[in-house]
Each structure stands twice: as structure tokens, then as C-alpha cells.
């Protein structure tokens, strides 16, 4: 059973940064796909980023604002957020698996952490 928890949330200002971190236990079997969902409240769940081996994919809503990163020595996954927009507020989730077909979509992920919220004011 994969583990996740993440932290780094907070509250910042328009045009502020934080950097998500979300530590996994140990994948026991080779390569996996990992990534940043966020929930607002009264919306559904949004694929932000994910990541598998050296590929990267990005909503476009965050490109080249958010970034997404693993380091696989310390089993975390990272989600470096810049030029922060009250309509980034949300609670964001990591999620895992080997195996994704839409990585934007929420189903296609069988592990999540518990969240960690993140708050933008103007």
C-alpha cells in the first residue's frame, strides 16, 4: 500500500510562491506516474501537474507557473508554485500509480494523500 502525505501549503499573496512536497513510501516495483490534483470548494477536482520518468505534463491554466519535479533518492514529489492567483486557492492533493491512462483525471489514480491547502489573497 503506497503512502502519501503531503505539505508546504499556506496562505500567500498575488504573485507569491510556495513548494508543495508530498513524501511517498517506497514504490517496491518498478517506474510510476505521479502528480498534483487541487479541489476549490464548489468545483471538481483539476489535474494540475504529473510526472513520469523525465516527462512532465501541466493543465494549461499553471504552464510555466507551477513545476513539477520528483527526487527519487528521498521518494518525494515536489510541486514548485510561482505568480500565485486567488483562482490557484485550493486544497491540493498528490496522487500515484503505476499505471494512468488521463493523468488529468482524477479516477485514473488509485493513491492520494490527505491534501494540503493553499490559499492566495489579492
Known amino acids: 500500500q503506497v503512502q502519501l502525505v503531503e505539505s508546504g501549503g499556506g496562505s500567500v499573496q498575488t504573485g507569491g510562491s510556495l513548494r508543495l512536497s508530498c513524501a511517498a513510501s517506497r514504490w517496491t516495483y518498478g517506474p510510476h506516474w505521479m502528480g498534483w490534483f487541487r479541489q476549490a470548494p464548489g468545483k471538481d477536482g483539476e489535474g494540475v501537474a504529473s510526472i513520469y520518468g523525465v516527462n512532465t505534463y501541466y493543465a494549461d491554466s499553471v504552464k510555466g507557473r507551477f513545476t513539477i519535479s520528483q527526487d527519487n533518492a528521498k521518494n518525494t514529489l515536489y510541486l514548485q508554485m510561482n505568480s500565485l492567483k486567488p483562482e490557484d486557492t485550493a486544497m491540493f492533493y498528490c496522487?500515484?500509480?503505476?499505471?494512468?491512462?488521463?493523468?488529468?483525471?482524477?479516477?485514473?489514480?488509485?493513491?492520494w494523500g490527505q491534501g494540503t491547502q493553499v490559499t492566495v489573497s489579492s
Open positions: 496522487a500515484a500509480d503505476k499505471s494512468v491512462r488521463r493523468w488529468w483525471t482524477p479516477e485514473s489514480w488509485a493513491y
